[in-house]
């Protein structure tokens, strides 16, 4: 059963501690990729986007402190440092898959890594 | 600033009825459009996706389609109790140089009552 995995599923942390997340998508769908975070007030909020494991967009991502990377089609990764309490939330990953001109018509999303920063 | 605008509810329906949930986008330009089925606690999980003007039919799900209105709904038919979720409108839009756009609306709650 193909599905996109997320790790770690829960994360305690203290400010300023590195957090790091990663999310391995469907095999296959690495062609469009995202990372979101959502949160009771905001939704969900677009952070980064990658095609072809290259990042398009990470204009919703604080710059400063975030970093988002795909080193290899079966990895994405998330990074956060130094974390603050503001960061607490889900990070979701979603993986899709555009066949030529085509635009992606299956998004699925990862369980989520449930994040606290204390 | 592409928009995606959904009713928050709760929207409240007994079981055995159909649940309409809907929602509108402000890009026209917008190419692909997903509903999304959300537990509490849990990550969003694909119900059905459409591009095409009209309606998209998926078992106890409709999906309908209206791109000149920007508009696109879910009919949910026969409700059932495990139907309650927050049910999410995501939209696809090509922003250029092979890039995609995936917006969400912020979700509308649905309580099927028994």
């Known amino acids: 059963d193909a599905r996109v995995t997320q790790t770690p599923r829960h994360k305690v942390t203290e400010m300023g501690q590195e957090v790091t997340m990663r999310c391995q998508p469907i095999?296959?769908?690495?062609?469009v990729f995202w990372w979101y975070r959502q949160t009771m007030m905001q939704g969900l909020e677009l952070l980064a986007?990658?095609?072809?494991?290259?990042?398009?967009?990470d204009s919703g991502m604080p710059k400063d402190r975030f970093s988002a990377e795909m080193p290899d089609a079966t990895l994405a990764t998330l990074k956060i440092q130094p974390s603050e309490p503001r960061d607490s939330a889900v990070y979701f990953c979603a993986s899709g898959l555009v066949l030529g001109a085509l635009v992606p018509n299956t998004i699925y999303f990862g369980e989520g890594s449930w994040l606290t920063v204390v | 600033q592409k928009e995606v605008e959904q009713n928050s509810g709760p929207l409240s329906v007994p079981e055995g009825a159909i649940a309409s949930l809907n929602c509108t986008y402000s890009d026209r330009g917008s190419q692909s459009f997903f509903w999304y089925r959300q537990y509490s606690g849990k990550s969003p999980e694909l119900i059905m996706s459409?591009?095409?003007?009209g309606d998209k039919e998926d078992g106890r799900f409709t999906a309908q389609l209206n791109k000149a209105s920007q508009y696109v709904s879910l009919l949910i038919r026969d409700s059932q109790p495990s139907d309650s979720a927050t049910y999410l409108c995501a939209v696809l839009t090509a922003s250029g140089a092979g890039s995609y756009q995936l917006t969400f609306g912020k979700g509308t709650k649905l309580s099927v009552i028994p």
């Open positions: 459409i591009y095409s003007n």
């Open positions: 095999l296959g769908h690495n062609t």
């Open positions: 986007y990658f095609r072809n494991r290259a990042p398009l967009d």
